[in-house]
């Protein structure tokens, strides 16, 4: 069974950190691309950061560039979205999806579309 699972949400201050994370199982993520992706209430989803397979090439959207970092550790069959300097406006459910047949990061994170996998979703709260 293929599945996806987020975790690492929560709630933090500004100015705070933290690691998401994308494990899948039934399928070896090295071989699909993986985007994560966020939607905050009344706003349509965006897509935050992408790595493709093979030369693993990374996309990171203009609102969040250099503050996080998308990765992958393929012996652990996970995806990492670190998340550094957290703004109030990063607030959002944040979703990873995979896919086998994508191998741009630029047709995942920025023309969008419904990908084969996508997991539960992982809440991430920005407030003081």
């Known amino acids: 069974q293929v599945q996806l699972v987020e975790s690492g949400g929560g709630l933090v201050q500004p100015g705070g950190s933290l690691r998401l994370s994308c494990a899948a199982s039934?399928?070896?993520?090295?071989?699909?691309?993986i985007g994560w992706f966020r939607q905050a209430p009344g706003k349509e989803r965006e897509g935050v950061s992408c790595i493709s397979k093979g030369d693993g090439s990374t996309y990171i959207a203009d609102s969040v560039k250099g503050r996080f970092t998308i990765f992958r550790d393929n012996a652990k069959n996970t995806v990492y979205l670190q998340m550094n300097s957290l703004k109030t406006e990063d607030t959002a459910v944040y979703y990873c999806a995979a896919d086998y047949w994508v191998t741009t990061v630029q047709e995942m994170c920025v023309w969008g579309g419904d990908f084969g996998s996508w997991g539960q979703g992982t809440q991430v709260t920005v407030s003081s």
């Open positions: 039934g399928f070896t993520l090295d071989y699909y691309t």
